[in-house]
Each structure stands twice: as C-alpha cells, then as structure tokens.
C-alpha cells in the first residue's frame, strides 16, 4: 500500500482529467472554464470523488502530470521535469544564493547561478507558471464545494463536512501558491473562485494587498483544519496554515514594509503548542521513511512514493542531482547521479571545522572536489552534498526496484524552522517570547546536531550568539540548507544583493560582486507579459 495520501492509480487518473484538461499554464487563462471531456456534475455528484480530485491539488507540488501528460507545456526539447513545482522552486530558492550552483551546461540555469537572469529566462517561467497552474486546479475544486453546490447535489451530513474539509484544504494549498508568487514575484495576476470564467484577462494585485488575502485566508480556514497531527500525514492541518502564517508575518517587513514579529511569535507559539517533536537525528528528516522516523517533526511535507508518484521533480531530482564523480549512488539508494549540484564554499565554512565538522548537519562529500568553484561547469568544483538519500533510517533502499525514483519527502515545514523563527522574531524585537526560550530552542536543535545526550554541552551557544542577526541567519543555513529557504532569508537579512556579502559567482564573477536590488524579485516572465498586456513588469526588467 502506498505510505502517502494517494496521488496515483486509475481514479486519480480519471477524476483529475477533469481538473487538468484543458488548463493552461498562462495566467491569462487562470480563470477559464476547463473543458471537460466528462462531466463536471457526474464526477461531483459522487462523494467519493471529491478527495481524489483534491489529491491533484496535492500532487500538483510534486508532479509534472499524470500518467506521461505534462499539466504544463516544457516547450519542445525542453526537460518536463523541470517543470515540477518542488524542482521549479528550489531552482530559484538555491541556484540563486550562497548555498548551491549547478554544473549543467544549461543557459537559463548558468543564469540562476551566476545572479544575472533576465525576464526570458525559461527556469522563472515554469516556477511562475507551475504556481498560477496550482491556483486554477485549486480554484475550481473551491468554486465545485461550495455549500449551495453540495446541497444542490444532494451532498449531506458526513458527506458533506468531509467536502466541506477538503474545500479548506484546497483555499491552504491556493494560498500556499499565492505565498510563493507574493515571495518571489510579488506583482502578479490575481484570481479566485469568486471570479465567474470569462475571457477577461485578469487584474494584477499589489504584493501588500497579495499580503493581506494570503493572511485573512489563512486566519479564515485554520480553525476549519483538522487539528494539529490528527489528520492523515501529508494533508494539511492547522499546523501547517498557522506555521505558513509564522512565515508571512517573519518576512511582513520586505513583502509590506511594516514589521509583524509579535504576530510571528504568536502562530510559532500556536505551532509549539500542537505536539510537535523533533526527530531524534537530523539525518532522519532526509532519507526514504522520513514520514515514519520524522513525522512528529513534520508540519507539512511534498510527499513522494517512488512506486505511485514517479517524477523527475521533487525529491527524485534532489537526491540523484546531488550524486556524482566518485560518489557510489547505491549508497543514496538510486540507479545512478546526474552529476549536478553542489555547494558554494560559504554553506561548508558555516560550520565550526567545515566539511569536517562534529556538526551532524555537515553532510558534505570532498573527495575529488574542490572547495573553491573555478569553472561552474565542472561537476567536481565545490563540494558536494550527502544530506537527501532513498535510503530509509535502517540502511534499504526505496521502494522502486529500478532505483529510478525515490520514496523521500520533502519536509516544506518542520519544527526545527518554527524554532528559530521564534529564535529570530524575538531577537528583531517581536513581543510574546523571551531571549532565554530562544536560546532553549536553538541549543535544542545543536543538541541534536551535536549528538548530546545526558549532560552533554558539545555545540552549545550562549544568549549573546542568539541576539546576534548573523549567527541567527548561520544557524538557519547550518540547519535549513537545500530546503528552499535560502533566497528568502537572505533577502530578508539585507543580504542577496548586496556587496557586503557575497559568495562565488554572485553577479557573474568568480570572486562575487554586488548586484541590483531589483534582483531581490523575480520578472514577470516575459511571455505572459505580451500575454497579457494589463500586466506591469517589475521594476528593473
């Protein structure tokens, strides 16, 4: 049986054609009425259809498609793996910062790697594309379940909360796509159920004002949401909506201008009140059963099952990217790497020791490569990493035989973030948390690292580390690195642009240099710019 939330077999098939069908992946088309090959009141009349026709809402962060049919055109000779939401968005969350480059000879990747993109580049266009995708699957499945629709149907009592659940569902997985385009292009077309299909083109939205609707919708469905950890794992619950919300309100300041780190600690308390618990290693959180080992860490994960929900996105693309020279690939539990990423010099030089550190987080792999990067190109110029692997906490492999593609979830939330979200509110000055707290969580998190047990102090930083803005975004890139944090913290802290921080090949040049402060947001892609002309690009494309 599948371990995860069923994103595959012959009913998802059929059932999310009908949301799939016909859905471009242009914004212009976000709110066009799909064209169904069956009918939409057929599959709704039935209840039991409704959580496989949600499960495409769900799979939509991880797949390309269903059943070799890519929801989002690659363009011709184009990779439809990139166009994975997961692979699509670590793309332009890590190729982009201190953490990682590429060594694919690719031009719109060599761009993200070398901070010098352009509103044409085909790698901002599929991430932006994939998250307007994800928004009219969950906009229709929101405009079927309303309650005048349910009655209409005949659709009641425990048929209908479980309708009425899966609709909350859906407004979290929408406004988690809206919470990606605020964060990376945050001018940008807007439209929900209550928009009736026409052939008008749709309306931009200011980022504050993208702000405010991802917040109120947040607050509107959390108490809607099962309870923290009584779902089913891989579904969303308050957790997950109340630590999004801890998210916005960190970085409220660069999406609004006005500071919110009291209201950040308050969804970070609410989190830690709901029965989380770290996991007991940190290797734990990366490997093929993280969803048994790590679940009690776990807020909110991308599922993966290298049996039903086979993609070269998500997890597939992290794990087999990162393998390569004379890395053995059967130690990750795949048939082969790709020889592809690996780390600029600062991620390893965060750690006391580097590679070498007693740090357990430092999983770096060096033989046969350098530190420093000379050539982007060559798969052996910086380290590389051994932190994803489909190999579960007991040493076997994933569950598919071919070692193609792996079972490993990607934890979007965990509680290892929400601990120093906490630690970093209440240094900016948030009210509601108490420096000792903070320097409680964080040294929870370097005992792990640190394998302390009884008495042990092996790691442990003091009150006067914690209150210090840099040591709170080292320990973020010491515990967080490679799970699609990086560009955002960075940017918050004043540091992506800058030339008071730079990293190897930022701007173009081997050293690193300053660039534009426009580059802190993505372009509207270029192509639905002449798509739709009602659109405003970003300043500074």
């Not at 064209?35 to 949600?54: G, I, R």
């Not at 906009?139 to 425990?158: H, M, P, Q, V």
């Not at 052996?380 to 990493?385: E, F, H, M, S, W």
Request: some cysteine.
């Amino acid at each position: 049986m599948n371990k995860h939330f069923h994103f595959g077999g012959a009913a998802l098939a059929a059932t999310a054609a009908l949301l799939s069908g016909g859905l471009s992946g242009c914004t212009k088309d976000l709110d066009r009425t799909p064209f169904y090959d069956l009918s939409t009141e057929l599959v709704y009349k039935d209840p039991a259809n409704y959580v496989q026709v949600l499960a495409k809402c769900y799979a939509g962060f991880n797949l390309s498609g269903n059943s070799g049919s890519p929801d989002v055109f690659a363009g011709q000779g184009k990779d439809e793996g990139e166009t994975s939401y997961l692979r699509a968005y670590w793309y332009l969350q890590e190729l982009t910062t201190d953490e990682a480059v590429v060594a694919w000879n690719s031009g719109p990747l060599q761009e993200l790697n070398r901070t010098t993109w352009s509103s044409s580049n085909d790698l901002i266009n599929n991430s932006y594309t994939r998250i307007f995708y994800e928004v009219t699957l969950c906009n229709e499945f929101i405009r079927e379940t309303t309650d005048d629709k349910l009655s209409s149907r005949g659709i009641a009592g425990a048929d209908a909360d479980n309708a009425r659940l899966d609709r909350a569902e859906a407004r979290f997985l929408r406004a988690l796509a809206y919470y990606h385009a605020l964060d990376m292009y945050a001018n940008v077309p807007f439209v929900t159920e209550a928009d009736a299909p026409s052939k008008n083109l749709p309306k931009q939205i200011k980022r504050a004002d993208l702000f405010a609707y991802v917040e109120s919708e947040l607050k509107a469905i959390e108490p809607l949401l099962k309870a923290p950890r009584q779902g089913p794992y891989g579904r969303a619950d308050q957790g997950a909506a109340q630590t999004l919300l801890a998210k916005l309100y960190l970085n409220a300041e660069v999406y609004t201008g006005t500071a919110r780190y009291t209201d950040c600690l308050t969804y970070c308390k609410k989190v830690l009140a709901g029965g989380y618990a770290l996991a007991p290693q940190y290797r734990f959180l990366f490997m093929a059963d993280n969803n048994v080992t790590s679940a009690s860490e776990i807020i909110f994960p991308i599922t993966s099952d290298g049996l039903v929900s086979q993609t070269y996105g998500g997890t597939t693309y992290l794990v087999h990217a990162q393998v390569g020279d004379s890395m053995t690939a059967k130690n990750f539990g795949i048939n082969g790497g790709w020889f592809g990423n690996r780390t600029r010099k600062n991620l390893p030089l965060l750690f006391a020791g580097g590679a070498s550190s007693a740090d357990s987080r430092a999983m770096f792999f060096t033989v046969g490569h350098t530190l420093e990067i000379k050539d982007l190109t060559a798969s052996n110029n910086g380290y590389a990493t051994t932190k994803w692997k489909n190999v579960t906490s007991t040493g076997k492999p994933g569950s598919d035989p071919q070692g193609n593609f792996v079972d490993t979830d990607f934890p979007l939330f965990r509680l290892g973030d929400v601990y120093l979200m906490y630690a970093e509110a209440v240094q900016r000055g948030g009210q509601g948390g108490t420096p000792a707290q903070a320097l409680a969580y964080v040294n929870t998190l370097r005992d792990r690292a640190y394998n302390n047990t009884g008495s042990g102090t092996a790691g442990r930083v003091t009150a006067a580390d914690v209150a210090s803005p840099d040591f709170i975004l080292a320990e973020r890139g010491r515990e967080l690195y490679w799970e699609g944090t990086r560009r955002t913290d960075l940017i918050r802290f004043g540091k992506f642009t800058t030339s008071s921080y730079l990293w190897p090949w930022k701007g173009g040049v081997s050293a690193g240099q300053g660039v534009s402060p426009n580059l802190n947001v993505f372009p509207i892609p270029s192509a639905d710019i002449v798509a739709n002309p009602t659109l405003t690009q970003n300043t500074g494309y």
